[in-house]
C-alpha cells in the first residue's frame, strides 16, 4: 500500500482527553502536531530542522516520548503534553528508536547498541537503563499489554521468518507464539484491552490475512481469510470490535487500494465504513469507541480523516500541504499501548 513508504518515519496540567498526537511533513521534515478529537486547535508541538517522529502518550497524558534526530542520530526524547521542556533521555551512537510507555509509567524502546535491533526499558528521566532483550536477531517496537505483564514484539523465529513473541514485562526468556504454527512471516502484532489476545497479521503469496491467539500461545484462529490485503487491525476500547483495512471491495485494478472496515473480534460482520476511490489507511479507535480515525489519500495528500465506528460520513480534520500520518489518540490510562500496532520490520 502506498502509504507505507511516504514517511518512516512547561506546564505538566493534564491535557484534555480526546487529543490525537500525529506526524507532519507540512514543515519540511517530520515533526510531531496535536489537535483535539474534533480538529481543532491543530499546532506543532516540534519545530527543529531535525526530524521528530514516533510519538506515545504518557500513562496519565502529562508526557510524550518521541524519537528525534535533533542530535545526529535517533534517540528517545521526552517533553511535556504542551510540547514543553523537551528531555533527551538516551545518549548513544547508534540508534535508540520505537518508544512505547508502561502502565506504571517506564519507557520501553528499541536500540541497535548492541549492533542488534534489541529491546530496553528505562524510567521515565532516563535512569534505571537496562536491556530486555540481547540475541543477535533485530525486533520490531516493543509493544506492552495493558495490563503491564508483557511485552509483544516483532522477531525473527529459528525458521527465519518474522514471529510475534512475547517477552515478561520485569524480563526474562521471550517466547515464540508463532513459530511452531506456520513458517509464513507474521506481523503488526497489537494487544486486546484486556491483554489476553494478540491480533496480528500473516502473508502468504499476495494476501495479508488476520490471525489472533492468546498471550499463552493457545487458541489460535483466522479471523479473515481471502486472497486480499486485510492489514493494520487494532481493538476496539471495549475489545468487541476489529478495525482494519482490506482490498477485498472493486475491480482488480482497484485491489491494492485499501479502504476502513470493521468487525466484530471473531471476525463476523465485516463492514466498510470508507468506500472511497481513493486509499484509505491506518485506522486508530477514539478513546470512547465512537469514531475511528485513519489516513486518506482522497485528497491527493495523507491527511487525517475521522467516521463513525458505526458508519456515517467520513470527517477530514487536517488541511495540510503535506503528508499527516502516525495517528495517536490520547486513551484513558487503562489502554494507553492497547491501540499501538507495530509497523516496523525487524
Do not use: C
Amino acid at each position: 500500500m502506498l502509504l507505507a513508504a511516504l514517511l518512516s518515519g512547561t506546564s505538566l496540567a493534564a491535557e484534555p482527553a480526546g487529543r490525537l498526537l500525529f506526524v507532519s511533513n507540512r514543515s519540511g521534515n517530520a515533526q510531531i502536531h496535536v489537535m483535539d478529537a474534533d480538529g481543532a486547535n491543530e499546532h506543532a508541538l516540534t519545530a527543529t530542522p531535525q526530524e521528530n517522529t514516533e510519538p506515545a502518550w504518557s500513562p496519565d497524558g502529562r508526557r510524550i516520548a518521541f524519537t528525534s534526530y535533533r542530535d545526529g542520530n535517533a534517540e528517545i526524547y521526552v517533553m511535556d503534553a504542551d510540547g514543553g521542556r523537551p528531555r533527551r533521555l538516551t545518549d548513544d551512537a547508534l540508534a535508540d528508536d520505537a518508544p512505547s510507555w508502561t502502565p506504571d509509567g517506564r519507557i520501553v524502546f528499541r536500540s541497535m547498541r548492541s549492533r542488534w535491533a534489541n529491546i530496553h526499558v528505562m524510567n521515565a528521566d532516563g535512569s534505571g537503563l537496562r536491556a530486555l532483550t540481547a540475541t543477535p536477531q533485530d525486533k520490531g517496537q516493543p509493544l506492552p499489554s495493558p495490563d503491564g505483564a508483557w511485552i509483544a514484539y516483532l522477531g525473527r523465529g529459528a525458521t527465519g521468518s518474522a514471529n510475534i513473541f512475547v517477552l515478561p514485562s520485569a524480563g526474562g526468556e521471550p517466547r515464540n507464539l508463532t513459530g511452531s504454527l506456520s513458517r509464513q512471516s507474521k506481523s503488526s502484532p497489537v494487544w486486546s484491552p484486556d491483554s489476553r489476545r494478540i491480533a496480528y497479521l500473516e502473508g502468504k503469496d499476495l494476501a495479508l490475512n488476520i490471525k489472533v491467539i492468546d498471550v499463552d500461545g493457545s487458541h489460535a484462529a483466522s479471523i479473515t481469510d481471502n486472497v486480499y490485503t486485510n492489514a493494520y487491525p487494532v481493538w476496539s476500547p471495549d475489545g468487541r470490535r476489529i478495525a482494519f483495512v482490506s482490498s477485498r471491495e472493486g475491480t482488480r485494478s482497484e485491489m491494492a487500494r485499501g479502504e476502513i472496515y470493521v468487525m466484530n473480534a471473531d471476525g463476523s460482520g465485516a463492514t466498510n465504513l470508507t468506500r472511497h476511490a481513493d486509499e484509505d489507511n491506518y485506522p486508530a479507535w477514539a478513546a470512547d469507541g465512537m469514531r475511528i480515525y485513519f489516513v486518506s489519500l482522497r485528497d491527493g495528500l495523507a491527511q487525517i480523516y475521522s467516521v463513525p465506528a458505526q458508519g456515517g460520513t467520513a470527517t477530514r480534520l487536517t488541511h495540510s500541504a503535506g503528508f499527516d500520518l502516525m495517528i495517536r489518540p490520547q486513551a484513558p490510562p487503562a489502554a494507553q499501548t492497547t491501540a499501538m500496532t507495530d509497523r516496523s520490520k525487524p
